[in-house]
């Protein structure tokens, strides 16, 4: 897990999964997907492929 700002980091934006009450998860997609929580953005992101953000996502969905 990164702890800083990576320049070559595409834009982050509030997932769409979000409550929208505080509660947020901000993404960043690109070569891969970055997520973090928004109240505790220094502990950290996690990265995933592409596919296994895919993945991920259908899996949530059933």
Same mark, same amino acid.
């Given at each position: 897990m990164k %702890? +800083?700002?990576d320049p070559t980091t595409p834009p982050w934006h509030v997932? %769409? +999964?979000s409550s929208g009450q505080g509660n947020c998860?901000?993404?960043a997609e690109g070569h891969n997907v970055l997520?973090?929580?928004t109240k505790?953005?220094?502990h950290g992101l996690l990265s995933f492929t592409t596919q296994?953000?895919?993945h991920l996502l259908n899996?949530?969905?059933r």
């Open positions: %702890s +800083f700002e997932s %769409s +999964f998860v901000e993404v997520v973090r929580d505790h953005r220094q296994e953000w895919t899996t949530l969905q």
